[in-house]
């Protein structure tokens, strides 16, 4: 996390002064695209393997990050164009300055397909947290305040009807970090995608109580996300992002969420995946990790904008971003369908 | 020169002063310059010539906001924290872990160092293993650190022990190799016994050595701070400035950071004055 | 007390530093070793205070230590060898602490050495605040203190300057005819040696080896006013000395 501080920072300084760089006439436009090492970045990346970008005129270039937080700091600096992380306080603070905005819906939480679970420690399920009620007076992991899994905790107790104080909030900065404090019981719970959460219920240490989508309904996880710059002078590149990403989107439900592509294309799209998820694996081994636990990515950007609002009215509740933050400061609702 | 005075007593004032041909300059001047002179007010000058120019280009947008908050706006998170007590809080979270860290760190290192100074089978058997393990970063290895002490202090704690042991070893043990051997060689021809050339001369002949490796090994505490409290921290100097991090709250970002160069020059102006007070026999 | 050197030989590796060094240091006699630079004495006298050990022979002590001498073999050293963080006190104290002396008795012994060696007045100094020839004389209190029978003086005075070394050459002088110590006195300084020598070892250079004893019977007491009749021994040193010291000089220029 210091080092994310140092490149954040560094990210910053470069940003002030390379403010006006993209230019508005070429139609074929390089545009720098944020990647975590995560299956749920994988529409940028089949949208780049299949061409869907060069159809729209665009070049991809991935940049990769380790946390969502730096690559929120490189795109409000312009040093990146696109990317797709959860809403976080730090996002928020960055809209509210006017660096960034949300122009779409990536990760939600549907009724019918798997989503996160709320995990416990073996300890912790032997001396009786068995359900999502029990999780009071419990150690909770986070990584940071204003990360989705503080927001998913806090869910939970007021959808379960303990005081929020009740949870013991336990910050770690990251997820490695985090999943190694629960094996060793060192918390209690933690709440995580399910392609993690199956890794680690297969092993004797962790036990899964419950799921995310029982407390936050239809939960956008994750959003597409592009600077102001880019928003106000060149929205046309912005729409075209969206439509290259969008096909990205539909190929990969198609082979990993409703599973209604043919095997041998499948395949192709896990290798393609492959390229930048699981890269230290071979893909034989890669293969199931990535199908695993896929969960949907919003046709066509849509945004759930009421899962937003929830979100914002979270943050608010918990001081974690100034008051005046509003969702139309974070969002710009003019790209995709909202709902 | 010389000549000149010897010469003119003798001759009395009838002769006249030299007069310089045309075109004669004096030798320029080369000397100079190379010299420190103490300006003990430049330092503060210079440091509030810094923040008031921030300041001003904060105010007129020539800082983006987004770049760096106003020296101001930090102030006020400061105060923010001043206020609301929390102040003392992250601090007395920060000092704790900081003191215990930093002072068993420095007892086992101290002590680490006399050995390999002293024992030559303790200098075969560790000096290398202390080679090794010195440039491990320590923040590698937090994620074992927690299966190994825990996420409550002990893992806080250990992070600036072994952050700070290293550098003490290597300061004492450079200092053990440094003492007079004329000295120790006094103390045997004196028959002194091994124990009283260790304390009398041995030990404060290393304590330079060993004071000037409390310097360095107090900052890299306080940089392995942030580092320590990443695991599990509620307060604590490091934990707001992570949290400021998460949150993209720069001003209370900026404002954390200085809190911890304040506390960086508190501490070097106290290993100061130990130095003084324990060396005041140096020249 | 005596002590009697007997075909000592020492070499390192391959290199013959000292060849079979045989003299007797009587009670009460001061012995210079004199010889060129590198010709070993600095070593015998650290077989002869038992700081290192030599390859063959041995050095032997006879007769006991006067009553009250703590430290029999006492050592001064060229560069003082003071701790720079005890005062002049706590530099005389030092010697005294490993044997139990505190408090008082120490006190009284600390009280007279530096009366002795007129540092009465600097009692609470540090080292650094010293001049190099009272430094010497500190070190000499300190050895004092241990009310030494035989004291190893390493070139004590090679450090100073040559009007210091001339008062703390008359100080020891004053000193010994008081105290009548024996001494092993290393120097290069033919000066010194015939000031302050009873007998005056002349080693050859590398490998050392005893080239010639020199009995001088004048009392030392006398021997500032009688320099005149010193010079013949003075020269005598020095011719068995210039061969050696030139050829010696050669070697090391030859070694760089």
């Known amino acids: 996390m210091t080092s994310t501080i140092i490149h954040s920072l560094a990210a910053i300084t470069l940003a002030s002064g390379v403010a006006l760089t993209a230019p508005a006439n070429a139609q074929e436009d390089t545009v720098q695209i944020g990647l975590l090492s995560l299956t749920s970045h994988a529409p940028s990346i089949i949208a780049e393997a299949k061409g869907y970008f060069e159809e729209e005129g665009i070049t991809a270039e991935f940049v990769s990050f380790q946390a969502a937080q730096p690559m929120a700091v490189a795109i409000a600096s312009g040093d990146v164009d696109f990317g797709v992380t959860a809403i976080t306080g730090g996002l928020i603070s960055l809209a509210e300055r006017g660096a960034v905005k949300v122009i779409g819906g990536a990760l939600q939480e549907t009724p019918e397909i798997e989503g996160q679970k709320i995990l416990v420690s073996r300890q912790a399920h032997e001396d009786g947290v068995t359900t999502p009620a029990d999780l009071a007076g419990r150690r909770f992991g986070i990584t940071t305040a204003g990360s989705s899994f503080h927001y998913m905790a806090h869910k939970i107790a007021d959808a379960e009807g303990f005081d929020r104080s009740e949870l013991s909030l336990v910050t770690l900065n990251s997820v490695p970090a985090v999943i190694a404090s629960l094996r060793s019981g060192q918390i209690d719970a933690w709440s995580i995608v399910p392609n993690i959460a199956g890794g680690l219920t297969r092993g004797e240490d962790v036990v899964e109580i419950g799921v995310i989508a029982d407390y936050v309904e239809d939960y956008q996880v994750t959003t597409v996300f592009t600077s102001t710059d880019i928003v106000e002078n060149n929205p046309e590149l912005a729409e075209r992002f969206l439509a290259g990403f969008s096909k990205g989107v539909a190929d990969y439900n198609a082979a990993l969420v409703d599973k209604t592509m043919s095997e041998e294309e499948t395949a192709e799209i896990v290798a393609m995946i492959h390229e930048y998820v699981y890269t230290d694996r071979p893909l034989e081994d890669a293969d199931p990790a990535i199908r695993a636990g896929a969960m949907r990515i919003n046709e066509n950007a849509r945004l759930n904008l009421g899962s937003v609002e929830d979100q914002m009215e979270w943050f608010k509740s918990e001081d974690l971003v100034p008051a005046e933050a509003t969702v139309e400061n974070l969002v710009d609702t003019s790209f995709v369908e909202t709902f | 020169m010389s000549l000149d005075t010897t010469h003119a007593p003798v001759t009395s004032a009838a002769v006249p002063r030299p007069v310089a041909p045309s075109g004669a300059r004096p030798v320029p001047f080369r000397g100079g310059g190379f010299r420190h002179k103490p300006l003990g007010f430049v330092g503060p000058l210079v440091f509030v010539a810094l923040i008031a120019l921030w300041e001003l280009g904060s105010r007129t947008g020539f800082i983006s906001p987004i770049a760096l908050p106003a020296p101001s706006e930090a102030f006020a998170a400061f105060m923010d924290l001043v206020q609301t007590g929390m102040l003392w809080t992250h601090l007395e979270a920060s000092l704790y872990r900081l003191v215990v860290g930093w002072t068993f760190g420095s007892l086992l290192g101290v002590s680490v160092g006399l050995a390999i100074g002293l024992f030559s089978f303790v200098r075969a058997g560790f000096l290398p293993l202390v080679s090794a393990l010195f440039p491990i970063p320590k923040i590698a290895l937090l994620p074992l650190f927690i299966v190994w002490f825990g996420i409550g202090e002990g893992s806080k704690v250990a992070t600036i022990l072994f952050g700070t042991f290293f550098p003490t070893v290597i300061a004492t043990y450079g200092g053990v190799d440094n003492v007079d051997r004329n000295l120790i060689r006094m103390g045997q021809s004196f028959g002194l016994s091994w124990l009283s050339i260790v304390r009398k001369i041995i030990i404060p002949g290393a304590l330079p050595a060993i004071l000037s490796g409390f310097r360095i090994s107090a900052s890299i505490a306080i940089v392995l701070l942030v580092a320590a409290e990443m695991i599990g921290a509620e307060f604590g100097i490091g934990a707001y400035i992570l949290m400021a991090g998460a949150l993209f709250a720069t001003d209370q970002l900026i404002c954390g950071v200085a809190m911890l160069s304040i506390l960086g020059l508190t501490i070097s102006f106290f290993i100061g004055k130990a130095e003084k007070y324990f060396l005041n026999w140096r020249t | ?256």
């Open chain 3, 1 to 256: 007390m005596e002590l009697m050197i007997e075909n000592v030989s020492h070499h390192y590796g391959e290199t013959h530093v000292l060849e079979d060094i045989s003299f007797t240091l009587k009670d009460g006699e001061i012995i210079c070793i004199i010889g060129p630079s590198g010709c070993g004495k600095s070593t015998l006298l650290r077989f002869i205070g038992g700081l290192e050990q030599p390859t063959s022979g041995q050095v032997l002590i006879a007769g006991e230590a006067p009553s009250g001498s703590l430290n029999p073999l006492t050592y001064i050293f060229q560069d003082f060898a003071l701790l720079p963080w005890r005062t002049v006190e706590g530099n005389v104290s030092l010697v005294l602490e490993d044997h139990g002396i505190h408090g008082s008795r120490a006190n009284a012994i600390i009280n007279d050495v530096l009366a002795r060696t007129k540092l009465a007045d600097f009692r609470k100094a540090l080292p650094r605040q010293l001049s190099g020839g009272m430094k010497q004389r500190v070190a000499i209190a300190r050895a004092l203190a241990v009310n030494p029978a035989v004291m190893l003086m390493d070139e004590p005075l090679s450090a100073l300057d040559s009007q210091t070394r001339e008062l703390l050459l008359d100080d020891l002088v004053e000193l010994w005819s008081r105290e009548k110590f024996s001494a092993c006195y290393v120097t290069h300084n033919l000066a010194e040696a015939v000031r302050l020598g009873h007998k005056i070892v002349v080693l050859s250079r590398r490998p050392g080896r005893v080239r010639q004893i020199v009995e001088i019977d004048m009392p030392l007491g006398e021997r500032f006013e009688r320099m005149g009749e010193l010079e013949e021994t003075q020269r005598h040193l020095w011719n068995l000395m210039r061969e050696e010291a030139r050829a010696a000089d050669m070697e090391l220029a030859d070694v760089a």
